[in-house]
């Protein structure tokens, strides 16, 4: 089974950026974390991360029929992106929808998420933990 993770704008900053709210591990630990997930589980991934709203559009497009799920953390683009929900619609891949910290506890321009439109769930507030339990959901599909 492949799996698409899908990592938006700044999470490259992970470990510098906030880290009193996005902890001290960098993208690049993020990454490792993720690999080594999909391994014990016995899936594919491959990781995309972009800032540009369009390569991520760009990049959900070109996973049709290339992927079997998506895992996506739109960063910043979850709260404002209808193009992102439109591009998850258009290829029909199930997709599960990732936040390292709890939008729903945050400011109320969080709350909002256009990704949940589509995603069958959502993980939020775990950490590096919820791209491991969006995994292993689609792990379980697959047994
Ligand atoms: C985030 C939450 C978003 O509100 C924020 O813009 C991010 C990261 C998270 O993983 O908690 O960049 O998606």
């Known amino acids: 089974m492949k799996i698409l993770v899908i990592n938006g704008p700044n999470l490259n900053m992970l470990g510098i950026r906030e880290p009193d709210?996005?902890?001290?591990?960098?993208?690049?630990?993020?990454?490792?974390?993720?690999m080594s997930t999909a391994s014990d589980l016995g899936l594919s991934v491959e990781i995309f991360q972009s800032n540009h709203e369009g390569a991520i559009v760009d990049k959900i497009q070109a996973a049709y029929g290339a992927f079997d799920g998506i895992v996506i953390n739109a960063a910043a683009y979850?709260?404002?992106?209808?193009?992102?929900?439109?591009?998850?619609?258009?290829?029909?891949?199930?997709?599960?929808?990732?936040?390292?910290?709890?939008?729903?506890?945050?400011?109320?321009?969080?709350?909002?998420?256009?990704?949940?439109?589509?995603?069958?769930?959502?993980?939020?507030?775990k950490g590096f933990e919820g791209y491991a339990d969006a995994l292993r959901l689609f792990a379980e599909t697959n047994s």
Not at 21 to 34: E, F, M, N, P, T
């Open 21 to 34: 709210i996005y902890g001290r591990r960098d993208y690049k630990a993020l990454c490792y974390y993720i």
């Open 78 to 125: 979850t709260h404002t992106s209808v193009a992102i929900l439109d591009a998850l619609k258009a290829v029909g891949i199930p997709a599960v929808e990732v936040h390292l910290t709890d939008i729903n506890a945050r400011e109320d321009f969080r709350k909002r998420s256009f990704p949940a439109l589509y995603c069958f769930e959502s993980i939020v507030g």
